[in-house]
């Protein structure tokens, strides 16, 4: 069983930096593709970042080109998401996927096999 836990969220002002981090309880989280999701109160689950197994390939939304950046260490079975110039929309419980089959970053919320509790970021305008 994989278990992932996010932590990083707090209450930040516009124009404000957070780095989420998302800790894998295997070491198996390695060979995983990692995502990053939000979810803001009424909305769906929106797509904010992948990585793939080798970093190699990463992907963002729309919302988030350039002022977000996702990464990863292996070595400490972990995935981060640095969130610069943040903005009062970007306010959501954010959650951390992991897609165990393929290593392949993707978009698409469907192929994630395991999902953390979120945390939550707010920011103040």
């Known amino acids: 069983q994989v278990q992932l836990v996010e932590s990083g969220g707090e209450l930040v002002q516009a124009g404000g930096s957070l780095r989420l981090s998302c800790a894998c309880s295997?070491?198996?989280?390695?060979?995983?593709?990692m995502g990053w999701f939000r979810q803001a109160p009424g909305k769906e689950r929106e797509f904010v970042s992948a990585?793939?197994?080798?970093?190699?390939?990463?992907y963002y939304g729309d919302s988030v080109k350039g002022r977000f950046t996702t990464s990863r260490d292996n070595a400490k079975n972990t995935v981060y998401l640095q969130m610069d110039n943040l903005k009062p929309e970007d306010t959501a419980v954010y959650y951390c996927?992991?897609?165990?089959?393929?290593?392949?970053?993707?978009?698409?919320?469907?192929?994630?096999?395991?999902w953390g509790r979120g945390t939550q970021v707010t920011v103040s305008s």
């Open positions: 990585i793939s197994v080798t970093s190699g390939t990463t």
């Open positions: 295997t070491r198996a989280c390695r060979t995983y593709a």
């Open positions: 996927a992991a897609e165990i089959h393929h290593g392949i970053a993707t978009k698409l919320r469907g192929d994630y096999d395991y």
